[in-house]
């Protein structure tokens, strides 16, 4: 018989606030993760002194207070602002595209006016009036020649396709200033929870059972029966066997090793954008905390990759063909009542964490409406 309220599948951000706050209303919940770790992709782990983000860098930003607040309740944040460089062949420039880029690229230029000139004289041979792909986006955005240097080889990389073949709006969440502000992002809060991403899931989980190690999906009979409710937090379309198809993802390689010395590239994240470098971006993982302390250093050099069964599925491909089966096995899931799907991989939705924690707390307010 069931011995829990809710079993929650997966130990991420989405799953942990889920048991935080069903274990503060006193229902009994238990967790389970297959991976040997909590945390889900936000997980952190020590070495050499070194928070190191494992499966790749996370920057907290949110322009919502709510969010912001919730999430300092399990940690302290430092004052971490990223603003990653771009690295194509020897040259270096200022991201994302500002007004120091424009500088570092065009010696004539130091205005704003005389950047908005420069683009635009730049764009008239190529009268482009509405853009259909990522290539004439970019241009129209910026001109030709910041999409060679910056934009071509580093989106080719990343998405294994031809910025002619891929959707303009992909590149729209890039922010262009022309202003001297190499801020990454436009959130009013931003930063580095000090001491790592894990300490706050360990103090959400503080109290709930756990189990490590252990996959729903290879005892699904025994799991399916030991709650009344189950909050699913893997991939909707592994819950049903596939039944309907795979749901397709990006995915990343990424290759972390530790240097002999304090400072490697002496910022948190560089991204290489020509097409040659097989690698999209190396982090340095102790400039998120602004630890110059330790003699070592840790990189993570990432290279992006087609996704198949049994990789880490990382990024959803919302093509039209993944949206209408998304669409199927949300229908498919709707027969279930006490079944719920969240998360990133449960709602097959490209979310930061930000977005994670809203829709997490919007589910549990919406039980108890
Ligand atoms: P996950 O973290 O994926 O957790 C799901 C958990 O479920 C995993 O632990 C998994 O092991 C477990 N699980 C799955 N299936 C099963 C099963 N069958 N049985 C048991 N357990 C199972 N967001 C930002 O805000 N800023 C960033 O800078 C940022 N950078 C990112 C970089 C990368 C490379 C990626 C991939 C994501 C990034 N994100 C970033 C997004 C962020 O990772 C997500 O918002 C967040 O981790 C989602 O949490 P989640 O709980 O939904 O999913
Ligand atoms: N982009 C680029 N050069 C860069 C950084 C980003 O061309 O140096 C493009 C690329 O197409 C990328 C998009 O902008 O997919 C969005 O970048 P963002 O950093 O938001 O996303 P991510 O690189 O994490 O997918």
């Given at each position: 018989?069931?011995?829990?309220?809710?079993?929650?599948?997966?130990?991420?951000?989405?799953?942990?606030?889920?048991?935080?706050?069903?274990?503060?209303?006193?229902?009994?919940?238990?967790?389970?993760?297959?991976?040997?770790?909590?945390?889900?992709?936000?997980?952190?782990?020590?070495?050499?002194g070194?928070?190191v983000?494992?499966?790749?860098?996370?920057?907290f930003?949110?322009?919502?207070?709510?969010?912001?607040?919730?999430?300092?309740?399990?940690?302290?944040?430092?004052?971490?602002?990223?603003?990653?460089?771009?690295?194509?062949?020897?040259?270096?420039?200022n991201?994302?595209?500002?007004?120091?880029?424009?500088?570092?690229?065009?010696?004539?230029?130091?205005?704003p006016?005389?950047?908005?000139?420069?683009?635009?004289?730049?764009?008239?041979?190529?009268?482009?009036?509405?853009?259909?792909?990522?290539?004439?986006?970019?241009?129209?955005?910026?001109?030709?020649?910041?999409?060679?240097?910056?934009?071509?080889?580093y989106?080719?990389?990343?998405?294994?396709?031809?910025?002619?073949?891929?959707?303009?709006?992909?590149?729209?969440?890039?922010?262009?200033?022309?202003?001297?502000?190499?801020?990454?992002?436009?959130?009013?809060?931003?930063?580095?929870?000090?001491?790592?991403?894990?300490?706050?899931?360990?103090?959400?989980?503080?109290?709930?059972?756990?189990r490590?190690?252990?996959?729903?999906?290879?005892?699904?009979?025994?799991?399916?029966?030991?709650?009344?409710?189950?909050?699913?937090?893997?991939?909707?379309?592994?819950?049903?066997?596939?039944?309907?198809?795979?749901?397709?993802?990006?995915?990343?390689?990424?290759?972390?090793?530790?240097?002999?010395?304090?400072?490697?590239?002496?910022?948190?994240?560089?991204?290489?954008?020509?097409?040659e470098?097989?690698?999209?971006?190396?982090?340095?993982?102790?400039?998120?905390?602004?630890?110059?302390?330790?003699?070592?250093?840790?990189?993570?050099?990432?290279?992006?990759?087609?996704?198949?069964?049994?990789?880490?599925?990382?990024?959803?491909?919302?093509?039209?063909?993944?949206?209408?089966?998304?669409?199927?096995?949300?229908?498919?899931?709707?027969?279930?009542?006490?079944?719920?799907?969240?998360?990133?991989l449960?709602?097959?939705?490209?979310?930061?964490?930000?977005?994670?924690?809203?829709?997490?707390?919007?589910?549990?307010?919406?039980?108890?409406?």
């Open positions: 018989m069931a011995k829990y309220d809710y079993l929650i599948v997966g130990s991420g951000l989405y799953g942990s606030i889920c048991a935080y706050e069903l274990h503060k209303r006193g229902y009994k919940v238990l967790v389970i993760d297959k991976r040997n770790h909590v945390g889900g992709n936000v997980y952190t782990k020590e070495v050499e070194i928070n983000h494992v499966y790749g860098a996370h920057i930003h949110t322009s919502n207070k709510e969010v912001w607040d919730y999430i300092n309740q399990f940690a302290e944040f430092n004052n971490f602002i990223n603003s990653p460089l771009a690295r194509y062949k020897n040259e270096i420039y991201l994302p595209f500002n007004m120091n880029t424009f500088c570092e690229l065009w010696k004539d230029v130091k205005t006016e005389e950047a908005r000139n420069k683009i635009e004289q730049e764009k008239k041979s190529y009268h482009i009036e509405e853009p259909h792909n990522l290539e004439e986006q970019a241009i129209n955005l910026v001109g030709p020649t910041i999409y060679e240097k910056l934009i071509k080889g989106t080719a990389k990343q998405w294994g396709k031809d910025c002619k073949d891929l959707p303009a709006f992909i590149i729209k969440r890039l922010p262009v200033r022309f202003t001297f502000d190499n801020n990454y992002f436009n959130d009013i809060y931003q930063g580095i929870p000090i001491g790592g991403y894990t300490n706050i899931i360990n103090k959400m989980l503080e109290g709930i059972e756990v490590l190690n252990t996959d729903f999906l290879k005892s699904k009979e025994e799991y399916s029966q030991i709650a009344h409710n189950i909050i699913y937090t893997g991939t909707i379309d592994s819950y049903f066997d596939y039944k309907f198809g795979n749901l397709e993802y990006r995915t990343v390689r990424l290759e972390t090793e530790v240097l002999d010395t304090p400072n490697y590239q002496g910022v948190a994240v560089v991204n290489y954008t020509e097409q470098i097989p690698y999209t971006r190396i982090i340095e993982h102790k400039h998120f905390e602004f630890n110059l302390a330790t003699p070592k250093t840790v990189i993570s050099k990432e290279y992006p990759a087609s996704w198949k069964l049994g990789d880490e599925p990382y990024y959803p491909v919302n093509d039209q063909r993944n949206t209408e089966l998304l669409q199927k096995y949300l229908l498919e899931a709707k027969k279930y009542p006490n079944l719920y799907f969240g998360g990133r449960g709602l097959y939705k490209y979310l930061d964490m930000d977005k994670v924690i809203l829709e997490a707390l919007n589910f549990i307010g919406g039980l108890h409406e």
